[in-house]
């Protein structure tokens, strides 16, 4: 059997929503694409494998398989192929479900600066839609939609479909402009494809449906929204779609705490931290922002576990990161403003730490060193590192973008 057909298999599987079978075909694809150096399949069969690990909420395996890719990734030298790249960004995806989105953006950036270089279709669009995730989680909402429009340059349709997990191009615009504040095109789609929701649910149309009921809460169609969370949940239960079960719960709890049951939107939102505590991703409740804040007001601190902790510790560093980026908003053009991750590389370089020791102390590669320190080159316009510390001080850079 050929790697081509465990990743047809684990499609087919991943559609009928066997997410077990589609996981162990996309496994069994990785290994005999590693044992036959067949690298593009490889790439795509892991990353598809770690994929279904993380709908399945089972983020540790997601990260073992991480870690075994990037060491077969060595073994055949794919960092000398077309494919390099993938040896880190792989790790974008489970990075950034734990909420550590700066991680996840490292781990994508080699891919992104080389992206226009001889890269397959697969590779162009799969990275892309890693992008997207990472902007809307950090959100960067203009930023994500920019993304949006290439992403849809490249594909369209059933191709759009396959490529971002069964979420059409009109459902992540309408999610994406309630951030936006675009109510037209939210209300608009919303109007044109409401019947979705009054049809049975199924795997495939969990997102948009989920999407759709983030909609109708917008327009407060509150009880709207409950009767059809409470007829998902129905089906979510009896999957093993752990991702999906945090979403549908925190919605409700949404529901409640919007039409004033404190008591219920306390209880169904402890459900959405207990389902995403037992998969260890946190994202599924970051990417919601204020209700994410009134929700946690609701548990006192003697309540709070540590994940919940943790929780408002991520969220709160989310919301200081906006409020930065909108005072940076505001400096004269002779203030550039280095992103978070720049700002820990040049406080390294003044440390006088070598490429290497940063990269251990970051825990990032050395290529991704490399590529900070180009781009605080470029951002100072400076030419060496002794360079680039006087200007950031003289410049006043030592500032969160």
């Not at 490889?42 to 598809?48: D, P, T």
């Not at 009109?170 to 608009?188: M, Q, V």
């Not at 991520?314 to 992103?339: D, G, I, P, W, Y």
């Not at 003044?350 to 050395?366: P, R, T, V």
Request: glycine content about 4%; proline content about 1%; overall charge neutral.
């Amino acid at each position: 059997m050929s790697p081509f057909l465990y990743l047809s298999e684990g499609y087919s599987n991943y559609i009928a929503a066997n997410i077990w079978d589609a996981e162990s075909a996309f496994y069994k694809g990785y290994q005999l694409a590693f044992e036959q150096k067949e690298i593009e399949w490889m790439v795509m069969c892991a990353a598809s494998c770690v994929g279904m690990q993380l709908i399945g909420g089972r983020l540790n395996d997601s990260i073992r398989v991480c870690d075994d890719f990037s060491e077969k990734a060595k073994h055949l030298n794919i960092e000398q192929t077309n494919f390099g790249g993938w040896e880190q960004a792989i790790y974008s995806i489970p990075y950034r479900e734990q909420g550590d989105i700066e991680r996840s953006k490292d781990a994508l950036l080699p891919l992104l600066q080389t992206l226009d270089k001889s890269k397959t279709d697969w590779q162009i669009v799969r990275t892309l839609v890693l992008h997207y995730d990472n902007l809307f989680a950090n959100r960067e909402y203009e930023q994500a939609f920019s993304v949006l429009e290439k992403l849809k340059s490249y594909c369209s349709g059933t191709q759009f479909l396959h490529y971002a997990g069964f979420r059409s191009y009109e459902s992540i615009l309408a999610h994406l402009n309630t951030y936006l504040d675009d109510k037209t095109s939210t209300d608009k789609w919303f109007q044109k494809t409401r019947q979705l929701l009054e049809q049975p649910a199924c795997f495939q149309s969990l997102y948009d449906r989920s999407v759709l009921q983030w909609v109708a809460i917008s327009n407060q169609e509150y009880d709207f929204s409950l009767t059809s969370l409470t007829e998902d949940r129905q089906v979510i239960k009896g999957k093993s779609y752990a991702v999906y079960l945090t979403v549908n719960y925190l919605l409700s709890a949404v529901c409640h705490l919007n039409l004033g049951d404190l008591e219920n939107a306390k209880r169904v939102f402890l459900k959405a931290i207990e389902s995403a505590e037992k998969g260890g991703y946190y994202q599924q409740l970051l990417c919601f922002n204020v209700e994410l804040t009134k929700l946690l007001s609701l548990i006192s601190d003697e309540e709070a576990s540590d994940f919940i902790t943790g929780i408002k510790s991520k969220s709160l560093m989310l919301n200081k990161r906006k409020t930065n980026k909108c005072k940076n908003h505001t400096l004269s053009q002779s203030e550039v403003a280095l992103t978070k991750r720049e700002f820990d590389v040049i406080k390294l370089i003044e440390e006088g730490l070598s490429n290497e020791a940063i990269a251990n102390s970051l825990n990032i590669s050395k290529g991704t060193v490399k590529i900070h320190c180009n781009n605080i080159f470029k951002k100072l316009n400076v030419k060496n590192r002794v360079a680039a510390v006087i200007e950031a001080k003289k410049t006043q850079t030592y500032m969160l973008h």
